[in-house]
């Protein structure tokens, strides 16, 4: 008697395996109750699929890490293929935009991601720093222009990280905003038409953009790359496409729903909010323990057994769907004593925000380094930060995979 079997039949991957109380209204606000209380009864658990293929979801920290370092669980898109086509739904994202790193298994996976590592080591990251400050700053100025409530997603979390990965792919600044509109409907749930449409415009724009890059190349890491591309066969022209696409909708998705969950959760913790501003060098700590109580990536992308695969002493069959909880692993209490608890004093290291395994997050050093920059410059310029409205009318996105605020009013001027 599950939610499931009242689904449209048309969802996408990760759209349809519904579970108890999974991808309700209430789980969309606050899915941490709901983890909880399932986790409790068993680590892995199957949940419902109408689609007819066995979808499973794993709740356990420990459980998390062995199901994301099992090669036997992959996450090759191309090969899940009939497990989809069996239940008979559509699954036609434009082939630019799955022929990624994070939709491949060894050995293309290994090259794939080898092309683009440079880039994102914590020395080029470093790099980067001053202008990412930079960016926060002018942002923090022109919100501090507003004496009434200003939300902080729309003028600071969506922003800071959107400029910082368009400047490193030097996409023109008169692209930006339908980039970025593409990019977020890539995520809403359940609505598999508007995926299908926005992920072939931001194939066909980048496309486009390779092209004109390949004419006249710049100082550009695209630019890089399609040097890469083209001295060699090592990237095909769809993967190079697909590249840029994932690099962008990381870096539209992720940190900006970091920003807006860590303001708020700062807002709502008033006596640890000052005990990180008493000290701005418990930033980087800080930032971890933000990541693990709520970070932004819910669950991780989908993955499927390609063989009978014993989990946690559970048993999966092969072609199964495998659904691994971030959120809910990183509030395991045999992992993290007083998981609920937001606890910047905490030792967080461990968390799994940004996977583990292969595909831990490439972009890991640019989205702390985003991150610690971004909160040190609000908190600096805005000793009065505060919110503007109750934080149970803040809306939370309706996506399966991100978790974080639609909008977050805040007040930025000290109160009179
Ligand atoms: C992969 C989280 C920011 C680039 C991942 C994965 C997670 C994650 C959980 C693994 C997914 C899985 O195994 O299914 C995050 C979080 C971020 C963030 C929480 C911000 C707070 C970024 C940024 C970039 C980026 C800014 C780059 C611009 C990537 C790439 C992969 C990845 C390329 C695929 C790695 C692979 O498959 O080997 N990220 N990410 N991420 N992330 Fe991030």
């Known amino acids: 008697p599950s ?14 395996e519904d579970g108890p109380d999974l991808f309700q209204d209430e789980w969309f606000r606050d899915p941490h109750p709901t983890y909880a209380r399932l986790r409790a009864e068993c680590p892995v658990r199957q949940v419902r699929s109408p689609g007819g293929h066995e979808a499973w979801i794993v709740l356990g920290y420990a459980e998390a890490r062995e199901a994301l370092a099992d090669g036997r669980i992959s996450k090759d898109v191309r090969a899940a ?86 400047e490193l792919l030097a996409v023109p600044e008169a692209d930006r ?34 092209e004109r890059r390949r004419r006249q190349p710049g100082d550009d890491l695209l630019s890089e790359l ?41 807002l709502t913790h008033p006596e640890q909010l000052a005990w990180l501003r008493a000290d701005l060098a418990r930033l980087p700590a800080a930032v971890e323990e933000l990541l693990r109580h709520d970070g932004p990536v819910n669950v991780a992308t989908f993955r499927f057994t390609t063989e009978p695969v014993r989990l946690a002493g559970v048993d999966l069959p092969a072609d199964a769907v495998v659904m691994v909880s ?14 609920d608890r937001l606890d910047l004093r905490r030792r967080s290291a461990g968390h799994l925000a ?11 050093p640019l989205a702390r380094a985003e991150a610690e920059i971004g909160l040190g410059v609000l908190l600096r310029r805005f000793p009065g930060l505060r919110l503007a409205g109750p934080p149970e009318e803040v809306g939370w996105r309706r996506s399966r995979l991100m978790r974080g605020p639609e909008s977050l009013f805040v007040l930025t001027r000290a109160e009179a």
């Open 177 to 210: 905003a339908a980039l970025g509109a593409w990019s977020s409907r890539l995520f809403l749930a359940g609505q598999p038409e508007v995926i299908d449409e926005a992920s072939h415009q931001l194939a066909d724009y980048l496309s486009e953009l390779v």
């Open 3 to 16: 939610a499931a079997a009242r689904r449209a039949p048309d969802q996408p991957p990760t759209g349809d």
């Open 226 to 266: 399609i040097a890469a591309r083209d001295a060699g066969d090592r990237l095909s022209e769809g993967e190079l496409v697909s590249l840029a696409a994932l690099l962008l909708i990381a870096g539209h998705e992720t940190t900006t729903n970091l920003l807006g969950t860590a303001v708020l959760s700062l």
């Open 326 to 339: 971030l959120g809910a692993a990183d509030r395991d209490p045999s992992r993290f004593p007083e998981p």
């Open 81 to 166: 293929g009939h497990i989809f086509a069996r239940s008979g739904r559509r699954r036609d994202l434009a082939p630019a935009v799955s022929q990624t790193m994070l939709a491949t298994d060894p050995p293309d996976h290994t090259r794939l991601r080898g092309l683009a590592r440079a880039a994102f080591t914590p020395a080029a990251v470093h790099r980067l720093r001053p202008r990412i400050r930079a960016i926060a700053e002018g942002l923090a100025e022109s919100m501090a222009a507003e004496a009434g409530p200003v939300d902080l997603v729309e003028r600071f979390a969506l922003p800071l990280p959107v400029t910082v990965i368009c």
């Open 354 to 364: 940004f996977g583990h395994g292969i595909h831990y997050c490439l972009g890991a």
